[in-house]
C-alpha cells in the first residue's frame, strides 16, 4: 500500500501539481526549458557553441542598452562586438569582482518587470552580496537542477530528503501541520543538519528510512559518519547528491558505503545556480554552455589552458535583470577538452577545486593545500577538523575529538602531523592544535575543512 501511494503521490505532483505551480503560481517556464535542457545536452558541442554565442551576444546587447553599469564600460573603453566575434570581444570586457558590485551595485540592474527578487551570496568566506535575480533566472535554474536530478536516476516528483539546505530554505524545515503538507505536495522533505545532536542525527536516519527517497541530497557529509560510526542500517536511494563545498574522494568513498549508492556532486553558487554536475560516467563536470559561459583564468585575467587550475569566471546567461558578465565567483577549478562517454555534447570541468580561500599559500607564494585534508580525514579519534592558515608562519588546527580521555595517546600522531604539514608547505612553521567540543558551520551553512586568511587572491 505504501508503494502504491508513492507512485500515486509521484504521478500527481508531476502531471498537475507541479506543472500548475510553475505556470500559474510562480509564472516560470520551467517544463518548456526543462525540455529544452533535455535536447541540447545531446547536441554536438558545435550545435551548443552556436545556441551560446547567439545568448551571449543578446545579453551583451542587452546589457549595453540598459545597464548603466556596462554602458559606460562600453562606452569608456569603445568596445565592439558581433555576434560572429562575441566571443573574442568579451575578453575585452573588465573582470566582475564581488567588490565592483558592492561599489556599483545600483548601476548593475535594471527591473523589466514585477517578476524579480532579492538573493545573497554564502557568505562562506567574507562578506556576502546583494543581487537581484528574476524570474526567468528562477525557471533555468529550477529545470538545470531538475536534469541535474534526472542524471542521479530521480525523476520528476519523485521523493527527495534534502538535508543542511542553505539558511533561506530553513523555514521548510519545521515539523507542523503547514509542513508536512508541504513536504507532501514538492515530494521533498527538508532536514537541517547544520547544528545537530546525536539525538537529532538517529531520528534523520528514521525519517530516511520511513520516506525512502529515490535522491538523498546533503550540504554536509556529517551524517555518513555517525551512520557508519553507530552501525545503523539505512534506506539506499537510487543515488546521493552533495554540493556546497569540495567533495574529497575520502568523503565520497564513506558515503557510497554508507548509503549503497553512487554519490552525484553538483556544483553552483546563490549567485549564478547550479552550474555542473558529474554524470554516471564520472569523468568530470558536465556545464551547461546555454545558461553559463565559463572562462577558467590567471590572477592577471589571462586564459588559461585546459588541464591547468584557474579561477572560475563566469557570464550568466539568463538574469537580465541584473547580469553577471565575467564574474568571478571566487572558485578554481580546472577545463577539460576531453568528451564524455556518456555521449552528451557538453563541455567538462575536470576537476573543481573549491574555493581561493580553502587554499593555503607557503612563504615563497605558492599555493600547496594538496595533502592537507587527508592528515586528518579517517583518522584515529578524529570526529571533525578545521585547518585554519592565519599566516604563512601560522597554522590552527581545530579538532572534535571522539574521546577526549585519548588525547594523551595522540602525541605521536600530532608530531608526525606537523613534520608532514612543514613538508607539504615547503619550509618550518607553527602548527597549533585546539581540542574544541564543536566546529561551526560558516553563515551559509557549510563546512570549511581548510580556511586560508592569508592574502594573495
Not at 554536509?220 to 551512520?227: D, K
Not at 558536465?286 to 585546459?306: A, Q
Not at 576531453?338 to 607564494?365: D, F, S, T, W
Request: aromatic share 12%; with cysteine.
Amino acid at each position: 500500500m505504501l508503494c502504491l501511494d508513492r507512485t500515486i503521490g509521484t504521478y500527481i505532483r508531476r502531471k498537475f501539481i507541479f506543472p500548475f505551480y510553475w505556470k500559474y503560481i510562480k509564472h516560470a517556464k520551467v517544463l518548456q526549458y526543462y525540455k529544452q535542457l533535455q535536447k541540447h545536452q545531446w547536441l554536438t558541442r558545435e550545435e551548443i557553441l552556436k545556441i551560446q554565442r547567439k545568448k551571449l551576444y543578446e545579453l551583451i546587447q542587452y546589457a549595453n542598452q540598459n545597464i548603466p553599469h556596462y554602458q559606460k564600460i562600453i562606452q569608456d573603453s569603445n568596445l565592439h562586438f558581433s555576434e560572429d566575434t562575441i566571443f573574442t570581444d568579451l575578453k575585452n570586457f573588465p573582470i566582475l569582482t564581488k567588490d565592483t558590485i558592492r561599489k556599483n551595485f545600483h548601476q548593475l540592474y535594471k527591473f523589466r518587470d514585477n517578476f524579480y527578487y532579492k538573493n545573497t551570496s554564502g557568505g562562506s568566506t567574507g562578506e556576502p552580496i546583494l543581487f537581484y535575480q528574476d524570474m526567468d533566472y528562477f525557471a533555468w535554474n529550477t529545470a538545470t537542477k531538475i536534469l541535474f536530478d534526472e542524471w542521479a536516476g530521480r525523476k520528476i516528483g519523485e521523493r527527495i530528503v534534502k538535508m543542511s539546505a542553505p539558511l533561506q530554505d530553513l523555514r521548510n524545515c519545521g515539523r507542523g501541520i503547514k509542513s508536512y503538507l508541504r513536504q507532501q505536495i514538492s515530494g521533498i522533505t527538508m532536514l537541517d543538519d547544520i547544528k545537530m545532536t546525536e539525538k537529532d542525527k538517529l531520528r534523520c536516519v528514521q525519517q530516511i528510512n520511513h520516506i525512502q527517497p529515490i535522491l538523498y541530497f546533503t550540504f554536509n557529509r556529517e551524517l555518513s559518519r555517525f551512520i557508519e560510526e553507530h552501525h545503523l542500517q539505512v534506506h539506499s536511494p537510487n543515488s546521493v547528491m552533495t554540493t556546497g563545498s569540495i567533495l574529497y574522494p575520502q568523503v565520497k568513498a564513506r558515503i557510497e558505503k554508507v548509503f549503497r549508492a553512487p554519490v552525484f556532486n553538483c556544483y553552483g553558487s546563490r549567485e549564478v545556480g547550479s552550474v555542473a554536475c558529474n554524470c554516471l560516467q564520472d569523468k568530470g563536470f558536465h556545464v551547461i554552455p546555454t545558461i553559463h559561459y565559463i572562462e577558467i583564468l590567471d590572477d592577471n585575467g589571462m586564459e588559461i589552458k585546459s588541464g591547468k587550475e584557474g579561477n572560475v569566471v563566469i557570464t550568466l546567461l539568463s538574469n537580465y535583470t541584473m547580469p553577471l558578465i565575467r564574474y568571478k565567483i571566487g572558485d578554481i577549478a580546472i577545463l577539460s577538452k576531453k568528451k564524455c562517454q556518456c555521449g552528451r555534447g557538453l563541455p567538462l570541468l575536470e576537476k573543481v577545486i573549491g574555493r581561493i580561500r580553502g587554499r593555503v599559500k607557503n612563504k615563497y607564494g605558492d599555493f600547496v593545500s594538496t595533502g592537507l585534508y587527508s592528515l586528518f580525514y579517517f583518522k584515529e579519534n578524529i570526529r571533525k577538523f578545521q585547518l585554519i592558515q592565519e599566516t604563512t608562519e601560522l597554522i590552527n588546527i581545530n579538532l572534535v575529538l571522539i574521546d577526549k580521555k585519548k588525547l594523551k595517546d595522540m602525541n605521536q600522531f600530532f608530531t608526525e602531523t606537523n613534520q608532514k604539514i612543514c613538508k607539504i608547505m615547503g619550509h618550518q612553521l607553527t602548527v597549533k592544535y585546539n581540542i574544541v567540543d564543536k566546529i561551526e558551520p560558516s553563515p551559509s551553512g557549510k563546512y570549511l575543512y581548510i580556511f586560508s586568511r592569508v592574502e594573495g587572491k
